[in-house]
């Protein structure tokens, strides 16, 4: 039987004076133990654990799973309650927004490279539901394919990128004022600090995203400072 990966992201605000990202710190170590423990489970591929580096007291978890059914499955492990207790206790300082997205792969790309370079970007598009219909997703998809599987040089271009819509018809943000939303996702590595300069000064991500009639997108871009299980 086949299986469709999937990726999970979670999205979260650290404790007021968490340092997540120092292993040796209360954090830290509460963020290596609960990576391990995920890292055990049936289905687990790959990993990325992430601050922003614009604002590190937002932490991001980019999870590979062989499909859906494997992180449900450890969601309703017996124990998962008594790991997110002492997980939350730590580390959680708000509520977490939890989404899902088959990522399409651009050209060169393979799913293992996909959270696999130097330097990664976190792109994160909101939509209102009602805004983003599955007509438009797809020709916004469409579009971004064709507008950066055709960038090349002189234009800064990515050494991978992974991109897609939330799987779920709607997703608690918890931006404030928004409700639930609709969020397209990419996941763009860059080969090196030169070029992620020059793609945030010529505002490349953002020129490269289609214009959809009646697609209204809040767009978000975020540096990972990461670390890989």
């Given amino acids: 039987m086949m299986t469709t990966p999937c990726t999970e ?27 391990k423990t995920t890292a055990a489970q049936d289905g687990f591929q790959r990993m990325m ?26 969601e309703t492990a017996p124990y998962f309650a008594e ?3 002492a997980y939350d206790d730590i580390l959680f300082g708000g509520p977490c927004a939890v ?4 990522f399409a792969l651009a050209a060169g790309t393979t799913n293992e490279s996909k959270l696999d ?7 994160l598009c909101y939509s209102s539901v009602t805004d983003a219909t599955r007509e438009r997703q797809t020709h916004f998809n469409e579009g971004v394919r064709t507008a950066f599987e055709g960038l090349s040089e002189p234009d800064p271009t990515p ?12 997703v608690e943000t918890f931006r404030e004022g928004k409700g639930e939303e609709k969020v397209w996702v ?13 793609a945030r000064e010529q ?8 214009s959809i009639n009646g697609l209204d997108l809040d767009v978000k871009l975020w540096r990972l400072v990461s670390k890989r299980v």
């Fill in 83 to 85: 790991f997110m207790k």
């Fill in 99 to 102: 989404f899902y997205v088959d």
């Fill in 203 to 210: 505002d490349t991500i953002r020129k490269s995203l289609p």
């Fill in 117 to 123: 370079g130097p330097i990664t970007e976190l792109v």
């Fill in 186 to 198: 990419a996941v763009v590595v860059w080969g090196s600090e030169e070029e992620f300069a020059r």
């Fill in 49 to 74: 654990y992430s601050v922003y580096q614009e604002d590190p007291s937002i932490m991001v978890h980019i999870v590979d799973w062989v499909d859906a059914s494997a992180h449900v499955k450890f």
């Fill in 159 to 170: 050494k991978n990128l992974a991109y897609g819509w939330c799987t779920q018809d709607s």
């Fill in 9 to 35: 992201i979670a999205i979260f605000p650290l404790a007021s004076g968490t340092d997540a990202m120092n292993p040796t710190s209360v954090g830290g170590e509460a963020l290596v133990r609960s990576t």
